[in-house]
């Protein structure tokens, strides 16, 4: 089950209110300090910005996370756990790349 604030972040991105977004965000990583997805998005919203620091941060973090999800941290089923953790880490590590070689 995905945190309502990890999903209000969603809607909001999707509307391209990224400051409400961000703070739906954050608000979803407070209830799961370990939610990966959370920080690719929020990394995701300071790249378009222009803040590849804080975004790099963002992703260093999802990586981080993303290897030590537990079933109960993940929007799905505990089958699909390690596809989703791999998806995950290979998302944050793509980002993390693309913005170190800038």
Known sequence: MQPAYYNLGVVYSEMMQYDLALSCYEKAA?????YA??????GVI????????TAIACYERCS???M???????PHPPHQHTQ???CTHAR???????LTQL
């Open 37 to 42: 997805e959370a920080y690719c998005n929020m």
């Open 30 to 34: 407070v209830q799961r300090p370990m």
């Open 68 to 74: 030590h999800l537990s079933p109960l941290s993940l």
């Open 64 to 66: 981080i996370c993303s």
């Open 84 to 86: 989703t953790r791999m």
């Open 92 to 98: 944050a590590r793509a980002h993390t790349d693309s």
């Open 46 to 53: 300071y790249k378009n910005r222009g803040d590849l620091e």
